[in-house]
């Protein structure tokens, strides 16, 4: 069985462009999370979606980022004009049912984001 | 709000040494609590968990139990190996809001041979 995949692993950006971060989580998973681990500090969620559902996106900043989980395909967070401070590792999670009651969420190996 | 505090590492180990790394939670609701592991390079693994007061997790020698009247969910280990190097997160989850969890800044754990 084949757990969270993240791709790409690394991904290097000048100030200005786009990132795109794809997630394909566990098979028969519909729940999906998105956390940022910025350099020195612990994990920070930025939102939950289910298919084509965005449910908690309160982690969120306001401008440039966006994520979605359509009906076929991986979940996406997308980063526009990216900025030296966006550089981080960014983890996927999923579930196979809301994680509200305690089930576990298995995370991604992550993508490591690099903003020259 | 809710938070996670965690104790500060880097914790510097011999092998066969008592681990432990203290976590205290601020809840409004009624959390579940985890222990993450975080192996350089890697995601998070689920290392244990207690979903309600009084609960132990235990996992590859690892416990913690969950104490509501201390707030806490101290993770401990009799005998660490050097294979235990990694990161420890403490984690919290309230029931029925979704699934945001809450994670402490992380305890970094070397274990020398």
């Known amino acids: 069985n084949a757990g969270v995949m993240q791709n790409p692993r690394h991904l290097v950006r000048r100030r200005g462009q786009e990132a795109r971060l794809r997630c394909s989580p566990v098979k028969g998973h519909s729940h999906v999370y998105w956390y940022r681990q910025l350099p020195e500090e612990g994990l920070k969620f930025m939102v939950y979606l289910q298919k084509e559902n965005i449910i908690d996106e309160s982690g969120m900043p306001k401008e440039r980022f966006s994520a979605e989980f359509p009906k076929e395909g991986p979940s996406i967070l997308r980063i526009q004009q990216v900025v030296r401070g966006d550089s981080a590792a960014y983890f996927c999670?999923?579930?196979?049912?809301?994680?509200?009651?305690?089930?576990?969420?298995?995370f991604g190996p992550g993508t490591r984001l690099t903003v020259l | 709000g809710d938070s996670v505090t965690q104790m500060e590492g880097p914790v510097t180990l011999s092998e066969e040494a008592f681990l432990t790394i203290n976590c205290t939670y601020t809840?409004?609701?009624?959390?579940?609590l985890f222990w993450y592991v975080q192996y350089p390079g890697e995601g998070l693994q689920l290392l244990l968990k207690?979903?309600?007061?009084?609960d132990k997790g235990s996992n590859k020698g690892f416990e913690a139990t969950y104490r509501k009247e201390t707030t806490s969910f101290h993770l401990e280990k009799g005998s660490v190996q050097v294979s235990d190097s990694a990161v420890y997160f403490c984690?919290?989850?309230?029931?029925?809001?979704?699934?945001?969890?809450?994670f402490g800044q992380g305890t970094e754990l070397s274990v020398k041979p």
């Open positions: 207690a979903t309600k007061a009084d």
């Open positions: 999670a999923s579930s196979p049912v809301p994680s509200g009651g305690g089930t576990e969420q298995f």
């Open positions: 984690a919290l989850l309230i029931y029925n809001q979704g699934g945001k969890l809450i």
């Open positions: 809840a409004t609701g009624y959390p579940s």
